[in-house]
């Protein structure tokens, strides 16, 4: 899936190198992306800057990670924040908890791995959304909701429509895209216009 643009993250990390290769990498992916080396100047520029993920070194001269997102935790308790480090520990792990961190990341990383990451933490947060998934997941939805309404089994709608089973059951679960034949036969056994399977969406 690709990435949204208005998506902004914030990279900070002393080494120059680390930076540049993790902005190549996410903005090939579509993020807009900024990296700042000196981690005493992030709290203003967090300020000026709506951000919606923040990428965060927690060994850095100067101001250390932790530190750091506890600053930033008293100008932003939302922005979501991942940690990356070469020495990790328990210590640091819990800390970085402690603050709400969304992920933490050890270095050198598989960028295939951290670019899931990334996606996964913005996915909780509700700033990526997939419309098929969400229209899949509505359909779903409503489709096992009538059914129970109308008190009837999967097996019983599945002789209804001529579906089998184990389908009905993934398309309730939004773990199978039904074709629109399939979804007209389904709405046809529940006695349901095609349309009010697809609800509010």
Not at 105 to 124: A, G, N, Q, S
Request: glycine share 4%.
């Amino acid at each position: 899936m690709a990435a949204p643009s208005h998506i902004r993250i914030l990279i900070i990390d002393d080494d120059q190198d680390i930076c540049e290769y993790m902005k190549t990498m996410l903005e090939a992916t579509g993020y807009g992306v900024d990296t700042l080396q000196d981690p005493t100047q992030a709290v203003d520029q967090i300020r000026d800057t709506e951000y919606h993920l923040l990428i965060v070194d927690l060994m850095m001269p100067r101001l250390d990670g932790i530190e750091l997102i506890q600053r930033i935790r008293k100008v932003d308790s939302d922005v979501a924040v991942v940690v990356f480090t070469g020495y990790p520990s328990v210590e640091t792990a819990v800390d970085a908890l402690k603050l709400n961190v969304s992920d933490y990341v050890r270095k050198p990383f598989d960028h295939e791995e951290f670019r899931e990451t990334i996606v996964e933490v913005l996915r909780k947060k509700g700033l990526l959304r997939d419309p098929e998934e969400e229209l899949h997941r509505a359909i779903g939805a409503n489709i096992r909701r009538i059914r129970k309404e109308r008190d009837l089994t999967l097996k019983q709608l599945a002789r209804r429509t001529g579906l089998s089973v184990s389908l009905l059951s993934q398309i309730e679960r939004a773990e199978s895209s039904a074709s629109v034949s399939s979804l007209y036969k389904i709405a046809v056994a529940l006695g349901e216009k095609l349309t009010v399977l697809f609800g509010d969406f």
